[in-house]
Structure formats: structure tokens, C-alpha cells
Nanobody, 125 residues
Framework: QVQLVESGGGLVQAGGSLKLSCAVS????????MGWFRQAAGKEREFVAA????????YYADFLTGRFTISRDNAKNTVFLQMNNLKPEDTAVYYC??????????????????WGQGTQVTVSS
């Protein structure tokens, strides 16, 4: 069983930065794909970024325009989401997700088998 625990959320002013962490336990992650999604109040959960653990290949939602960076630390079994130049519209609960293998559409929730509990990010204007 894979367990994901997010941290690093909080309140930040527009233009600021936050770094989210997702600590993963229960498996060796070399064959996994990891993703970050977010869900704003009253909206559907949407894809933010994904990374293939084995290669480090990363993928991003088009709306990010280079502001976020996904990365992973093999030694710590942790995936990160560095968020820069935050905007009020980035306010949401951010979720970490994992799936064994690289099959399926990495932008779709249904392609992931494991989810964290989420961490709140609030960006004030």
C-alpha cells in the first residue's frame, strides 16, 4: 500500500512562492508516476503537473506558463512542487497522486491509484 502525505501549504501574498512536499511510503518509487492536482472551492479537481520517477520527465498544465516546477528526491522518497509568482486563482487544495507505471493519460484523475489528503494553498491579493 502506498501512502502519500502532503505538506507545505499555507497563506501567501500574490507574487510569492511556496514549495509543497509529498512524502511517499510503502513502495520503492522507481516505477511510479507522480502527479499534483488541485481543487478550488466549487470547482472540479484539475491536473497541475506530473513526473516519471525513473526518468525525471515532467509534464505541466498549459495554464501554468512556467511558474511551477515538479521534482523528486530519491533519497527522501519525496516529490515536490515549487510554486512561484503565485496568483489568487492558484488558491486551492493541492493533492499528490501516484500510479505504478506510466500508462494512461497523466492529466486524468482516473489514471492514478493513490492520493494524499491534500494541503491548502491560499493566495491573497
Amino acid at each position: 500500500q502506498v501512502q502519500l502525505v502532503e505538506s507545505g501549504g499555507g497563506l501567501v501574498q500574490a507574487g510569492g512562492s511556496l514549495k509543497l512536499s509529498c512524502a511517499v511510503s510503502g513502495r520503492t518509487l522507481s516505477a511510479y508516476r507522480m502527479g499534483w492536482f488541485r481543487q478550488a472551492a466549487g470547482k472540479e479537481r484539475e491536473f497541475v503537473a506530473a513526473i516519471r520517477w525513473s526518468t525525471g520527465s515532467s509534464y505541466y498544465a498549459d495554464f501554468l506558463t512556467g511558474r511551477f516546477t515538479i521534482s523528486r528526491d530519491n533519497a527522501k522518497n519525496t516529490v515536490f512542487l515549487q510554486m512561484n509568482n503565485l496568483k489568487p486563482e492558484d488558491t486551492a487544495v493541492y493533492y499528490c497522486a501516484a500510479v505504478l507505471g506510466s500508462h494512461g493519460d497523466y492529466t486524468k484523475m482516473a489514471s492514478y491509484d493513490y492520493w494524499g489528503q491534500g494541503t491548502q494553498v491560499t493566495v491573497s491579493s
